[in-house]
């Protein structure tokens, strides 16, 4: 039995909401499984057999109902996102070979080259259907979701994660969070990512708490919605914590205590998907009251580390090992470091994907013969043993001068800059350094530049940290997630 089957005894508990509808679990599961057997009728087969099925929607409670319904029917669930531009989509479509698409009706008249059908077709076709052969039996190691990777170092991959990867990794989290029936999140985050699917959706449906749908993040949206109703739990990206910091810098002073008041409400706020500026943590610590508990984990793992819900959280720090998750830190030769060193995080456990689609030599070549998974990202750990990201292995540490240089502390140092609101550094090739470093500011006046800004950091960094070249812009491209996308920096470079 797969775990959402277990979410009927939730009945009329209200399960999911937007700003137009409101649906029970029991209204959700009932939809679940008429889409399934819509999907086994349209295809004409007893069993998805892992087949394929695509979706675009924006973030509501069909998105879930058709997600519930491909995995019901024996499906791997391929969601796409509105974020993302037409031809990105029409690769992940052709890329994953996907059966069928189904529409959100805002997207029914997009043109792809599957074979597609709109939501209000299905939902039309819905309260006709009686499931006549009865729902297949599903493999707990048989695929359920394939999330495409952000593509930094070439075509994105298809990250598949089996049906027993999704419910260790809900289920860890469940207890570790301390899920409950009567927690209520505001979902702000996109649904082709696994900060949105897994954290913020599949876990609070697990426990049976309520999800309320924000389909697009607007920061004087959200402070209006926290104090029009009480929230126990939220979970951003730091770019959004950042915004909403900017949107309370702008309230009167009446307005900024209600703002806070709305806080007190929430028994957890959760950052990850990007390393979170301690400057961030500080700032929204005194707005909120809140901690932030910021945890570690990626598309193929789901999440691996996490600073603790009850006890000490380090600013800066990710936290500890999930239990029954292994991770180590290892060197270039894929020797254990010392603690204090710098290493590629290497996780192992159920939480692990299953591979990535049809590149069979990727997916080999990202374990180690032991079996465990190479993240890619570069951490170290303190005396307590709590992990701090320095940043991935491939972009954030920059090799210059004969040293090892994390891009990420750079980047916190430049934070703490009263006229900067936000950076990147990268590392370029250089003929007499090996690495040249560089440094991207969007800064808040005309005041700085690059002269007067260099002298500020060789008061705060040894001279080989400080960058060679200082570049303000007034904006950073990123990803759906937030997340700066420092190869496009690169490429200003060129």
């Known amino acids: 039995m797969l775990w959402i089957e277990k979410t009927a005894q939730f009945g009329a508990k209200t399960a999911l909401r937007d700003e137009t509808q409101k649906w029970t679990y029991q209204e959700l599961f009932s939809k679940a499984q008429k889409v399934a057997i819509f999907l086994l009728e349209k295809l004409q087969v007893p069993h998805l057999q892992g087949a394929r ?8 409670p069909e998105y879930v109902a058709v997600q519930w319904g491909i995995w019901l029917a024996g499906g791997m669930a391929v969601p ?5 531009p037409k031809t990105e989509m029409e ?72 049906h027993k990867n999704l419910t260790f990794q809900i289920e860890t989290l469940v207890k570790a969070w301390e899920w409950q029936k009567t927690d209520k999140i505001l979902h702000v985050l996109p649904l082709h990512h696994i900060h949105g ?12 708490a309520e999800v309320v749908f924000l389909p697009k993040f607007e920061p004087q949206k959200v402070w209006d919605i926290w104090q029009r109703e009480p929230f126990s739990v939220f979970m951003a990206v730091p770019t959004i914590y950042n915004r909403l910091i900017a949107e309370w810098q702008k309230a009167t002073e009446n307005e900024k205590r209600a703002m806070q008041a709305a806080c007190q409400n929430m028994r957890l706020m959760i950052s990850g998907s990007a390393a979170l500026p301690v400057s961030i943590l500080e700032k929204w610590q005194k707005i909120s009251g809140h901690f932030l508990l910021e945890r570690y984990g990626m598309s ?35 020797q254990p470091v010392l603690q204090g060193e710098a290493g590629e995080i290497q996780v192992k456990g159920e939480n692990v994907f299953m591979g990535y689609w049809k590149r069979e030599q990727a997916t080999a070549e990202s374990f180690t013969d032991d079996g465990f998974f190479k993240t890619g990202d570069i951490a170290m750990q303190d005396t307590d043993g709590y992990y701090k990201i320095l940043g991935r292995k491939s972009t954030d540490i920059i090799k210059t001068a004969g040293y090892k240089v994390s891009a990420i502390e750079i980047e916190e140092t ?56 200082i570049i303000f812009l007034q904006d950073f491209p990123r ?16």
């Open 91 to 162: 690769y992940f479509i052709q890329d994953s070979e996907a059966s069928l698409l189904i529409l959100h009706d805002n997207f029914s008249d997009l043109n792809f080259s599957v074979p597609s059908i709109s939501w209000d077709i299905v939902e039309g076709s819905l309260e006709n259907l009686q499931n006549s052969v009865g729902f297949p039996e599903i493999a707990l190691h048989s695929p359920a979701l394939m999330i495409y990777t952000s593509g930094t170092t070439g075509k994105p991959k298809g990250v598949m994660l089996s």
């Open 197 to 208: 699917i897994v954290n913020a959706l599949l876990c609070a449906l697990y426990a049976g």
């Open 80 to 84: 796409l996102s509105p974020l993302h």
């Open 53 to 60: 099925i695509a979706y675009l929607f924006p973030s509501c």
């Open 479 to 494: 990803n759906a997630m937030g997340k700066v996308i420092k190869t496009e920096l690169k490429n200003l470079l060129k």
């Open 300 to 334: 193929e793992i789901g999440m691996a580390i996490s600073n603790p819900l009850h006890g000490t959280r380090k600013a800066g720090f990710v936290g500890l090992p999930l239990p029954n998750i292994e991770v180590r830190l290892v060197d270039e030769n894929n």
């Open 414 to 469: 430049l934070r703490l800059h009263s006229e900067i609101s936000d950076c990147a550094v990268v590392g370029i090739a250089d003929e007499d350094k090996g690495e040249k470093i560089i440094a991207f500011v969007i800064a808040q006046s005309s005041n700085l530049n690059e002269n007067n800004l260099k002298d500020w950091l060789k008061t705060q960094l040894a001279y080989y940290k400080v960058p060679a070249q």
